[in-house]
């Protein structure tokens, strides 16, 4: 069986044009105002400032206005609440997004629940998540939209599906598993304490694997032709590896993701389609999404 690899790259690099059309037909409705993005960094962690600094060069790269918060490590909550409460307020800011995690003093699930549920890009307040799992319209989390996207993007038929989603985490497994349903894919959740992984895995047209555990997914808990999409990254001395045992799962799969270059490009492409709705939304005055 031939396996088609999935080109995450490509995919984001499409829903990144999207936006850029987008936003250019925003500005130009709205006399030269472009959607916004305020990024809100605590502290000098070096990888949170790569990731800021990518999601603000994403930005530019469309045309959306990036609003760069860069704030002490030894911040307090209020001084994190008073930035959050001032992008809420500000028209100009379409989107709001705090980068996880904060300093250790500070709660960072708490700060999240500040941000306007209708500038909420990353879909990580406790509303965006109720909304989706109400089936209410809102603004969806990154990485879990990204999924849907490439399977989407990849032609993978979801409705009436077998869905396996691994990892019920609320930043991946859990959104995941609630797009599956709202597609009308017949959704199994694993996580830790699942007795038999494999055998549930083995029944999946579409597996999702969100662990952290590298190769956990072997090539026989595939079934044949399945859609396989791994969101692991998972750090060894080798490189960057998924959660799925690539190389074996790709004999028996019929799309697969690869990482890198599968689901990771896509947080980023999703966050600026969000930033884009958001601003959308807004100027309409949209009153559900709030
Ligand atoms: P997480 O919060 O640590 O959750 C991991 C989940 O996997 C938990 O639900 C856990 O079960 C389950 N699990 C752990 N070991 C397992 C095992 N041996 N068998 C079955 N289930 C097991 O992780 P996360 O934030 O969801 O992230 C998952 C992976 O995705 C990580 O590698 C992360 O780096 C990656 N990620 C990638 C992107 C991206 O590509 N842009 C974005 C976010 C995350 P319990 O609930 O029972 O503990």
Redesign the pocket.
């Known amino acids: 069986m031939s396996v088609t690899i999935i080109d995450g790259k490509a995919v984001a690099a499409r829903v990144r044009a999207d936006v850029k059309a987008g936003v250019e037909a925003f500005a130009a409705a709205h006399a030269g105002r472009r959607p916004g993005l305020a990024t809100i960094l605590v502290g000098e962690d070096p990888a949170s400032a790569v990731y800021i600094a990518n999601k603000q060069k994403a930005c530019a790269e469309v045309g959306i206005e990036g609003f760069d918060n860069r704030l002490a490590a030894a911040s307090t909550f209020e001084e994190v609440a008073t930035v959050i409460a001032r992008a809420n307020a500000d028209p100009a800011v379409s989107g709001i997004l705090l980068q996880l995690p904060v300093p250790a003093h500070l709660d960072g699930a708490e700060l999240v629940e500040l941000i306007d549920v209708a500038k909420d890009v990353d879909g990580l307040t406790a509303r965006s998540l109720g909304r989706l799992a109400q089936g209410q319209p809102g603004l969806r989390s ?2 879990p939209s ?1 999924v849907i996207e490439l399977l989407d993007d990849a032609g993978v038929e979801l409705e009436g599906a077998e869905a396996v989603v ?8 859990k959104p995941v598993a609630q797009l599956l349903l709202a597609r009308n894919a017949t959704v199994t959740m ?5 007795r038999d ?1 494999a055998a549930t895995c083995a029944r999946a047209d579409v597996l999702v ?5 590298p190769r ?1 997914v072997g090539g026989d808990w595939i079934k044949p032709g399945a859609a396989v999409i791994d ?4 750090r060894l001395e080798t490189g960057l590896v ?2 799925v045992d690539f190389d074996a799962a790709a004999e028996r799969a019929g799309v697969i993701t690869p990482v890198p270059g ?3 490009p ?2 980023v492409a999703m966050l600026l389609r969000n930033t884009l709705s958001a601003a959308t939304a807004s100027s309409q005055g949209d009153r559900r999404s709030r």
């Open positions: 990154c990485t990204g691994i990892g019920r985490s609320m930043l991946v497994g694993c996580h830790s304490r699942t992984l694997a969100a662990v952290g555990v956990l969101v692991g990254m998972n998924g959660d599968g689901v990771g896509m947080t």
